[in-house]
């Protein structure tokens, strides 16, 4: 029934009630280990949200460059770094080259839950990230043979734009791009939680997080 359990961060999702992390047994049977922030209270109070002062760190990416740099707590930072290593992998796959950008919609927020006010998001724990996109550079340096002219371009792939995209070859490219990224992080468990536009109020980006439960709604 872990399902039933899920909080999840911006845009709703199952009912929560729950006030501490999923007891051992629940998480040995999803494969996940324990997390720092696992036992962190994510009740809002009675009334506005009610914050936990936090140890934020800015991120402004290792290899790759976020934009604008994210704000997180330290362990959330260690899965920002796994990101990296796995959008280099899929970028150098696809498009011969990493992204000079991981386009960033929001990262810490004081706030709960969209339609739970009493619930916490994992925004507010600094231990959330929403992309919207992925910024190439122009190729430089040696030319790619199996690349067409337009993906040795500078270009943008917008999870608004291109999650699922159909038509050009150019745009069929980008929906590969984001399909594989996000089966990639899905299958190394870098995040519990992964949304996307299949979630009520994430047509244009992706949402990761390390809240308690696994949920993967893209
Ligand atoms: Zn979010």
Redesign the pocket.
């Known amino acids: 029934m872990l399902g039933a359990l899920c909080l999840t961060?911006?845009g709703g999702g199952p009912a929560a009630t729950l006030e501490v992390a999923a007891p051992p047994s629940a998480r040995a049977r999803s494969g996940e280990s324990a997390y720092p922030l696992d036992r962190m209270k994510r009740s809002a109070g009675r009334t506005a949200a009610a914050c936990p002062k936090l140890e934020l760190r800015k991120f402004g990416g290792d290899s790759l460059r976020f934009e604008p740099a994210a704000r997180v707590v330290e362990p959330f930072r260690k899965r920002l770094l796994e990101l990296e290593r796995i959008v280099s992998e899929v970028s150098r796959r696809v498009y011969d080259r990493p992204p000079s950008a991981i386009l960033v919609a929001?990262s810490y927020g004081c706030r709960s839950i969209r339609g739970k006010q009493r619930r916490l998001?994992e925004?507010a724990l600094g231990n959330?990230?929403?992309i919207k996109g992925f910024r190439f550079a122009p190729l430089r340096g040696r030319s790619s043979r199996r690349l067409p002219a337009a993906l040795k371009q500078g270009f943008d792939v917008r999870v608004d734009q291109h999650w699922k995209a159909r038509g050009s070859s150019v745009r069929r490219q980008h929906a590969r791009f984001l399909e594989e990224l996000t089966g990639a992080l899905v299958e190394s468990g870098t995040f519990r939680t992964l949304?996307g536009p299949a979630h009520r109020d994430h047509s244009d980006?992706f949402?990761f997080?390390m809240a308690p439960q696994r949920y993967v709604n893209l």
């Open positions: 961060a911006c929001a998001s925004h959330a990230i929403d949304l980006h949402h997080d």
